[in-house]
């Protein structure tokens, strides 16, 4: 046996042992009462499960399963830490996970979790990650005999090994994929638990492990109540550090997850308590091939959500906020960062002196060329539109500079055809903006040459808009009619429209009262509610 043991470590040696009926032969000597045998027969097995599908069905064909478990339960380490290992491997197949959960193996492995042999820790907690890996329903059937505080309690334990901590966490990783297991393992303190384990962790990849399953806890009903836990257990300032240094992997978790925490308003402080803003700032400003993709849009994310406080966007210029949003405005980065930055420029030109700013750093050129470059393009992000649209509207709000400066960009067309895209929120900002520059004269005569008119009173009178959508639309004519002109072109259409024919009898007639445009001229911001990490 010994000699077949020190064979199986070569994978020719393997192959000569299941055509001599060899795994038969090795899963028949588990039986034996002789424990340097079954250590070795167990050995022999593990490694031929290692990297052979044939194999480990084989083993399980035979038996090999029932008689592995069994000796899960050996007075001897060494056997019981064979068996763990030569499980772990088996286990890779579906159905050998289904087996032996069906034999009871999950409970067997479990109790081995505080074993003071940490090699047999180790081997039992990685079969049962891998177990949670392959097989949904192993997820559900380790909450039932308290196998997640069982691996909680190792993630705790001051012995254990680098392994039996990867191995842990990873399985809790798996775990928390069904959503009783996120509310079992909330009422079990993870989250103080994984705080304090990230921060001290000497194994990043661990470390690793433990922020996504709290990305995947935080895709829960309790996901406000979690956010506030991250933040009282520390987690803001430890999450932060991560995203300074890499791996690159790490860094991309640690953001998305302030991502979704800085929605909430205690945390947004927390973290500019923090001074994250030259972490933010310092990210967005490196150069395409320095930073991934995907960390570029959740950082942007993260700007977008603390530039909601006042604090942020009345020092936007002195903090280098302003200037990394408008860098950060450009298609090359993709359309996701784009929606972001221009979300955050959108709540940063809410402080009437960065509009001025946003000019002089070219802001208007960028979200005029982001306009340009998808005129025509019915695949472009509407939400990125929006806030791109958002953020022309409130510079050119009560500021009749960028007014005139729009104009000569050859922004009012594009906004024009824009008013007839299908995402309300779209036209709802080009509503929004068109009302304001048509504050400017020349604005508002460019505007009443075109059918801009025509629309906004359909949008006005459609009962398939929201009524804040059909507010603004009023608020937009009742501005253009401010010029004579376009006055009468108005009164014309609405005279049109009442006397047409074809008008379904329940469409609702035109106001008689035509607000004032000064009624909805502040300018708004939109949050938006898209979450853009994908669960590990």
């Not at 001897?76 to 032996?100: H, I, M, R, S």
């Amino acid at each position: 046996i010994n000699a077949e043991y020190m064979g199986t470590l070569d994978s020719g040696n393997i192959q000569l042992l299941k055509q001599s009926h060899g795994v038969e032969a090795l899963v028949g000597t588990l039986e034996w009462a002789n424990p340097a045998i079954q250590c070795h027969a167990a050995g022999s097995l593990w490694h031929c499960a290692a990297n052979d599908a044939e194999s480990r069905t084989l083993i399980r064909t035979h038996g090999g399963l029932a008689a592995l478990n069994k000796l899960l339960l050996s007075d001897n380490p060494a056997v019981a830490e064979n068996a763990a290992g030569a499980l772990w491997n088996c286990v890779v197949d579906e159905e050998n996970t289904k087996q032996l959960q069906a034999l009871g193996g999950l409970t067997s492995l479990i109790k081995l979790l505080s074993s003071e042999h940490q090699s047999l820790v180790e081997n039992s907690s990685g079969a049962l990650s891998k177990c949670c890996e392959v097989y949904a329903g192993t997820r559900t059937a380790l909450r039932k005999p308290d196998g997640l505080a069982a691996l909680l309690a190792l993630l705790q334990s001051k012995q254990a090994t680098s392994g039996g901590l990867s191995n842990a966490a990873t399985a809790l990783r798996h775990c928390s994929r069904n959503e009783l297991n996120k509310k079992a393992l909330l009422d079990l303190g993870c989250i103080t638990i994984f705080v304090n384990l990230i921060a001290t962790l000497e194994s990043l990849d661990t470390a690793e492990d433990l922020v996504s399953t709290l990305l995947v806890i935080l895709n829960c009903p309790k996901k406000e109540e979690v956010k506030h836990a991250i933040r009282e257990a520390g987690g803001l300032g430890v999450l932060l550090k991560h995203t300074h240094h890499p791996p690159t992997s790490m860094q991309e978790k640690a953001m998305a997850t302030l991502h979704h925490c800085s929605t909430v308003p205690e945390n947004k402080h927390a973290l500019l308590s923090l001074n994250c803003l030259p972490a933010l700032t310092s990210l967005l400003a490196s150069r395409t091939n320095q930073i991934t993709t995907e960390l570029r849009e959740y950082t942007a994310a993260v700007l977008w959500n603390v530039a909601k406080e006042d604090e942020v966007k009345i020092n936007a210029q002195t903090n280098d906020v302003l200037r990394v949003v408008i860098l950060n405005i450009d298609l090359q980065f993709g359309e996701v960062v784009v929606e972001n930055a221009a979300g955050a420029l959108h709540s940063i030109t809410l402080h009437p002196p960065n509009r001025d700013a946003v000019r002089e750093q070219k802001g208007l050129l960028a979200l005029a060329e982001v306009l340009i470059r998808t005129e025509g393009n019915t695949d472009a992000n509407p939400y990125m539109l929006s806030n791109v649209i958002g953020a022309l509207a409130n510079c050119v709000c009560e500021n009749s500079t960028n007014q005139i400066e729009i104009r000569l960009l050859e922004v009012v067309p594009l906004l024009i055809n824009l008013l007839h895209h299908s995402a309300e929120s779209v036209i709802k900002e080009c509503a929004m903006c068109l009302k304001n520059l048509a504050a400017d004269e020349d604005n508002s005569a460019l505007l009443g040459q075109s059918a801009v008119m025509s629309r906004l009173l359909k949008m006005a009178q459609s009962t398939s808009l929201s009524d804040k959508t059909r507010r603004i639309a009023c608020g937009a004519l009742a501005a253009l009619s401010h010029l004579d002109s376009n006055r009468a072109a108005l009164e014309r259409l609405k005279q049109n429209n009442s006397s047409s024919p074809n008008r379904p009898a329940t469409q609702k007639h035109w106001p008689d009262h035509i607000p004032s445009p000064t009624t909805d001229a502040a300018p708004r911001v939109s949050p938006s509610s898209r979450t853009h990490y994908k669960p590990p």
